[in-house]
């Protein structure tokens, strides 16, 4: 990216802070799915925060397969947690019963994310790339933020040199974002509703692209770096498990 040493190095937040910040809008948005009557302005505000979590995730994914000292090990985390996260993700969003398939979880998707720069990276046969793409594409429907991410993972690859073609991608990806949000959700809600709720979800989004575009120092938290790298992955199924004994025992 485009930036003097001496813009980056005046920027306040590390890859971890940015990864907690998206932790605890992650947790708000998962609260209110899970307990909150859609619809109403918390619920719709607290969902909305969430938004700003994924794209993030993504985008350090995207950074993290650039610099990880081993690609295979990082594809194995991916898995390893996806799998263990697949059963406590499904227990805190089924709707109706103690368990049930509610998709997969973002970890999984994250995995699939990761394929998806392997391809661009060692797959030259253009038609061969492109079959693959559509593949892993296919395979996210079941995944959380099924096609969004593995898009969007494309595209932070292709412009991630560029500070000008990123600004452009998360500005773009932001609006649409926001379209998709109220198109989608204009049928279950009042149109003014859905504007709102559109327009705190593009926010959200967009403002994950601020805090990395123009707060992001380009560093790890000098502190605690073991403890960091686990946590991440740790917390999801973790919370998960909570969030989904909790509505468990409210059904009662």
Not at 232 to 249: C, E, M, N, S
Request: with cysteine; net charge positive; proline share 2%.
């Amino acid at each position: 990216m485009e930036n003097t040493a001496e813009t980056v190095k005046a920027r306040a937040f590390s890859a971890d802070t940015i990864k907690y910040i998206a932790i605890a809008a992650m947790v708000l948005n998962h609260l209110a799915n899970v307990f909150l009557e859609d619809g109403t302005m918390l619920c719709e505000c607290l969902k909305a925060v969430g938004y700003f979590t994924a794209p993030a995730m993504i985008y350090f994914l995207v950074e993290g397969y650039y610099h990880t000292r081993s690609r295979k090990k990082y594809f194995q985390r991916l898995l390893i947690f996806g799998a263990v996260s697949e059963v406590p993700f499904c227990l805190a969003f089924t709707e109706n019963g103690v368990i049930a398939f509610a998709g997969l979880d973002m970890i999984l998707t994250l995995a699939l994310c990761y394929l998806m720069i392997r391809v661009y990276q060692n797959v030259r046969n253009r038609s061969l790339q492109m079959l693959l793409y559509l593949i892993i594409l296919v395979a996210s429907y079941w995944c959380d933020w099924a096609l969004w991410a593995p898009v969007l993972t494309l595209a932070f690859v292709y412009t991630r040199s560029s500070e000008k073609k990123l600004k452009e991608t998360w500005l773009l990806a932001a609006m649409f974002f926001g379209a998709e949000n109220y198109f989608g959700s204009a049928g279950s809600m009042s149109a003014s509703a859905a504007a709102v709720s559109s327009v705190l979800g593009m926010a959200a989004f967009g403002m994950a692209g601020v805090c990395i575009l123009h707060l992001y120092n380009g560093k790890r938290s000098e502190n605690h770096r073991k403890f960091n790298k686990w946590f991440f992955y740790v917390f999801y199924p973790v919370h998960l498990t909570v969030i989904g004994v909790l509505r468990i025992a409210l059904m009662h």
